[in-house]
């Protein structure tokens, strides 16, 4: 079965501080490709990454990272020094045949 | 470059009728995917449309169908509409279809509430 897990269903933080958003995929596939979305309070999904299953580097961008672990099935993101501009929902997904199976979300709140 | 518009943003109606929804992607974009968001089931794909074909349905009645111009404008149409049928309705826009996946482009949302 393809699955996305998103155990946090809440995160409140204070601006600056680092966080992490936990993602746990379940696939049987070998090849595969995992996204992260963010959902501000304007409702619209923001791409912010694409990760095929063959490349387990980590990347970053500005203040957002991801750990993409395939040991742990897990594909992590950090945002560092948050800001309020980070509050929003961010959603992990997985491709599966042409469709985008999605998370429960994590909703973030970053307070000043 | 405009990005993918919905139309309406908001919609009211009452169980038993239908509702058409449209999206217009983004130019030079031929794939069109429908998602529905509700607080309890979370995100849900609905069906992607490229080339006027559908390539992929996602598990929802027959009451929800959907459709592709040659412009690669969609709609989606559901039929006798029921309470459950509340929710934010999502259209994504990508160059194309298949592997490996292009990135998906979405649009502000329809607010569809059933009374």
């Known amino acids: 079965a393809q699955k996305v897990t998103q155990a946090q269903t809440e995160i409140s933080v204070v601006e600056k501080e680092d966080v992490t958003l936990d993602c746990v995929y379940e696939?049987?596939?070998?090849?595969?490709?995992l996204f992260w979305y963010k959902q501000p309070p304007s409702g619209e999904l923001v791409f912010l990454i694409r990760r095929n299953s063959f490349d387990e580097q980590n990347e970053i961008s500005g203040r957002y990272s991801w750990n993409f672990q395939k040991s742990t099935s897990s594909f992590n993101f950090t945002i560092t020094a948050s800001q309020v501009v980070d509050s929003a929902v961010y959603f992990c997904?997985?491709?599966?045949?042409?469709?985008?199976?999605f998370g429960t979300g994590t909703r973030l709140q970053v307070f000043p | 470059k405009a990005g993918v518009t919905q139309t309406p943003r908001y919609l009211i109606k009452t169980r038993g009728q239908q509702v058409t929804l449209s999206c217009s992607p983004i130019s030079g974009h031929r794939s069109v995917s429908w998602y529905q968001q509700t607080p309890g089931q979370g995100l849900q794909f609905l069906f992607e449309?490229?080339?006027?074909?559908?390539?992929n349905k996602g598990n929802f009645p027959g009451r929800f169908s959907g459709r592709q111009f040659s412009n690669s404008r969609s709609e989606m149409n559901v039929s006798t509409l029921e309470l459950g049928d509340s929710a934010l309705y999502l259209c994504?826009?990508?160059?194309?279809?298949?592997?490996?996946?292009?990135?998906?482009?979405f649009g502000p949302g329809t607010r569809l509430t059933v009374t």
């Open positions: 997904a997985l491709h599966n045949t042409d469709k985008l199976i």
């Open positions: 696939t049987r596939d070998t090849t595969y490709y």
């Open positions: 449309y490229f080339s006027e074909t559908q390539r």
């Open positions: 994504a826009s990508s160059l194309a279809s298949g592997v490996p996946p292009y990135e998906q482009y």
